[in-house]
């Protein structure tokens, strides 16, 4: 991964009960984009203030600028991003694209092959004269991926990974005193109606994030994150109170955790329990430079 690439650790085969991971890793995206969007149009307003300074370097490109007002350049060349919207099982595509929408601020939705879909968003949408729908057709030849079909490319993808047939990378054996990390995970628990306040229709969901016990995980070939956190300070400091911290700091703990970034995934090749001590497929010699891992349901399937 490149070092100025967003990823996160999921860590999860589907999106069904996971909706708080999948809703904070993407809006903590869309703060990520925003900013660097306006970043962006920071940097070329300063040019540009300094280009029409030059008279005649500014005539050199006078051309090109014409089409458009001299305000709106920067913001031109800064703004745009593509959003492949991954639709999540635990709401239908219409609440999901719209939630997307709303936090990055995109300016149109383009709909290939659902008709229904199209249709529904155009009713949403039709008093917004901000938001531009587009139905695309769906290419000849192309098909809806059933589950199988997903879960093939996922291990494929693992494969490619971490048998060094992917660019610039290279898989290596390397050793981990696990006394020196801090392995998490995710669970999530379901609150059923009953516990729920009156008028709920549907169960509600919380997250717990927690120290795994790796003597007591399945470890072998499990894919795990390395995660670099937001804020290391501030969640090494969550880590010495323990269970002193108030409910609030839990759930910013929480937070801290599922949003961030994932620098590599490892591979689980050995794990020795009177040692503590993992040997896992890393893409660095180097090893691992975070102490902070996270683990959850994926695994490396070598014979799919």
């Known amino acids: 991964m490149s070092d100025d690439a967003v990823c996160f650790y999921y860590g999860f085969k589907s999106t069904n009960m996971v909706k708080e991971v999948y809703k904070n890793q993407v809006k903590t995206l869309s ?5 660097k969007i306006k970043n962006k149009e920071e940097e070329l307003n300063k040019e540009y203030r300094e280009l029409i300074q030059n008279k005649p370097q500014l005539e050199s490109i006078k051309g090109m600028i014409d089409p458009f007002s001299t305000s709106m350049v920067p913001q031109d060349l800064a703004s745009g991003c593509i959003i492949n919207t991954m639709v999540t099982s635990y709401e239908n595509p219409v609440e999901t694209i719209q939630k997307v929408s709303k936090w990055f601020k995109a300016d149109y939705i383009i709909v290939i092959d659902h008709e229904k879909t199209y249709i529904n968003l155009t009713e949403t949408y039709k008093n917004n004269s901000h938001m531009k729908l587009i139905k695309l057709p769906r290419s000849s030849g192309v098909f809806s991926a059933g589950e199988a079909h997903k879960i093939s490319l996922r291990n494929l993808s693992f494969k490619k990974y971490f048998n060094g047939k992917m660019s610039k990378f290279d898989t290596f054996e390397v050793g981990l005193d696990l006394d020196n990390y801090i392995l998490y995970t995710i669970e999530i628990v379901k609150i059923p109606l009953s516990a729920l306040p009156q008028g709920a229709k549907e169960e509600a969901q919380k997250i717990m994030v927690k120290h795994a016990d ?9 894919i795990i994150g390395v ?3 937001l804020d290391v300070e501030k969640l090494d400091k969550f880590e010495n109170d323990g269970e002193d911290s108030g409910m609030k700091d839990k ?9 961030s970034l994932c620098r590599s995934l490892v591979q689980v090749h050995y794990y020795d329990p009177d040692k503590n001590h993992l040997v896992v497929n890393a893409t660095s010699p180097e090893g691992i430079k975070s102490k902070h891992l996270i683990i959850g349901e994926l695994t490396y399937e070598k014979d799919i």
């Not at 703060?31 to 900013?35: F, I, L, N, P, R």
């Not at 759930?251 to 949003?259: A, V």
């Open 227 to 229: 995660l670099d956190p």
């Open 31 to 35: 703060k990520m984009v925003q900013s």
């Open 251 to 259: 759930e910013d703990f929480y937070k801290q955790i599922i949003t």
């Open 214 to 222: 790796p003597r007591t995980i399945p470890l072998q070939n499990k």
